[in-house]
């Protein structure tokens, strides 16, 4: 890690996982290292037992397959996938309308009602369609004030 207002570079492994000994020792994990003209002892650092040793301590605990969270790893996931798949077909209407140069908005900002414009009117005729969309419509849609949804944000000022 490089640290531009001290000019400094760190060891983040051993910064993390380095033991007691080397915090004290080591100046790629206390004071930071930046004699260049010595850069061979960046080399001898990675080299070196203790380097390694955090290395190793840092792949097995960032390893989501044998972490303790795997669980909510997986979550995570499943969640950021969710909200990909809502976001390209929020993008897709969004792109349409600009293109055409449509306005968004209508007298209602409600899903099921007339008039509520060609953003929500596009969304709700994709929804026809796509399973997907119309149960994310049914669960966030409609939400009421200072309900936040990527679909439906109304702005109460």
């Known amino acids: 890690m490089y640290s531009p207002s001290q000019g400094v570079v760190y060891c983040f492994m051993c910064k ?4 007691d000994h080397q915090k004290n020792q080591s100046h790629f994990v206390g004071t930071g290292f ?11 650092h990675e080299n070196s037992l203790e380097h390694r040793s955090a290395t190793t301590k840092w792949l097995v605990r960032s390893n989501t397959k044998t972490s303790v969270n795997k669980e909510m790893c997986r979550q995570i996931l ?10 390209k077909r929020i993008t897709t209407v969004i792109k349409f309308l600009a293109i055409r140069g449509l306005p968004f908005r209508g007298d209602h900002e409600i899903f099921g009602v007339n008039n509520n414009g060609n953003y929500l009117g596009l969304l709700e005729l994709i929804a026809n369609f796509d ?27």
Do not use: A, M
């Not at 993390?16 to 033991?19: H, I």
């Open 78 to 87: 499943v969640e950021r996938d969710y909200w990909i798949q809502i976001f």
């Open 16 to 19: 993390l996982f380095g033991s």
């Open 34 to 44: 930046s004699n260049w003209k010595k850069s061979n002892k960046i080399e001898l």
């Open 131 to 157: 399973p997907f969309l119309k149960t994310h419509i049914e669960l966030y849609g409609n939400k009421g004030k200072c309900h936040i949804s990527i679909i439906y944000v109304k702005n109460h000022l």
